[in-house]
């Protein structure tokens, strides 16, 4: 049997209405609560912007074959030990028999700032995952315990200034990197995404963009083969199927 794919398109695009949904409810109960974030931070901090996604990975886990594993969503069981700090909260899990298979980390970026917090989602994601594999490497998930999937899914706002080159990075003693010079914002995310696999530091990392139209279309693209959605749910899908037949 092949790897069951969970018609992830057309779920993405449900997952992309309810991202940007979600976020404007968040940001209106906020406003008629009179609790006003700075900027637009009260559709973030509000939460559930990507559970769509969380769904769409669920969906995977059952359709194929591991549906008896225990897969967690709450924030009261979704830690696992780090190695540099006592633990890392992540997005979802995937257990099985006390194995862990998967964990899975998702994060967004909406304007209108790119810049800081650009470098501070890079910073994460990089610190994120050396963390776990050195905590993997000490036997936090047990002596003889199998590789898991880790993965990476940032939802980026698709905008003029996310897609407008980037100048103002500069290096005043040593040249910054070729592919990096002029890059915008959505680029810089997939160039981070790429190399976070290359280096072997996610299974799977994805990068997506969509527009704020997107509440009505769920319109999203993808920047790259290597990032897109469909390179996350096949390896995704892949590990799945490969416990399940384990199992």
Not at 85 to 107: F, Q, S
Not at 163 to 192: C, K, N, T, V, W
Not at 195 to 220: F, H, I, Q, W
Request: charge should be neutral; charged fraction near 25%; include cysteine.
């Amino acid at each position: 049997m092949g790897l069951q794919l969970a018609e992830y398109e057309a779920k993405a695009r449900d997952a992309a209405m309810a991202f940007w949904g979600n976020r404007q409810k968040a940001l209106e109960a906020k406003i008629e609560a009179g609790k006003i974030d700075t900027g637009e931070r009260g559709a973030v901090t509000a939460g559930n912007t990507m559970d769509g996604f969380t769904a769409l990975m669920i969906d995977l886990v059952e359709a194929n074959g591991l549906g008896r594993a225990q897969i967690y969503q709450k924030r009261s069981v979704l830690t696992l030990p780090g190695f540099f700090r006592p633990t890392k909260l992540w997005d979802l899990l995937v257990i099985l028999d006390g194995r862990l298979i998967a964990a899975i980390e998702m994060k967004s970026h909406v304007g209108p700032s790119f810049g800081n917090n650009a470098n501070n989602r890079a910073e994460e994601a990089i610190g994120t995952a050396h963390d776990f594999w050195t905590a993997y490497r000490e036997g936090a998930f047990g002596a003889e315990a199998a590789r898991p999937f880790v993965g990476w899914l940032m939802m980026v706002e698709d905008a003029d200034k996310s897609r407008r080159p980037s100048m103002r990075e500069q290096s005043q003693h040593f040249p910054i990197f070729e592919e990096f010079r002029g890059a915008s914002y959505l680029q810089r995310y997939d160039i981070l995404c790429q190399k976070l696999v290359r280096e072997n530091l996610y299974t799977s990392a994805c990068m997506l963009a969509s527009p704020r139209s997107a509440a009505a279309t769920g319109d999203y693209a993808d920047m790259s083969d290597l990032t897109s959605l469909k390179s996350f749910v096949v390896s995704f899908a892949a590990h799945i199927a490969a416990e399940a037949a384990k199992a």
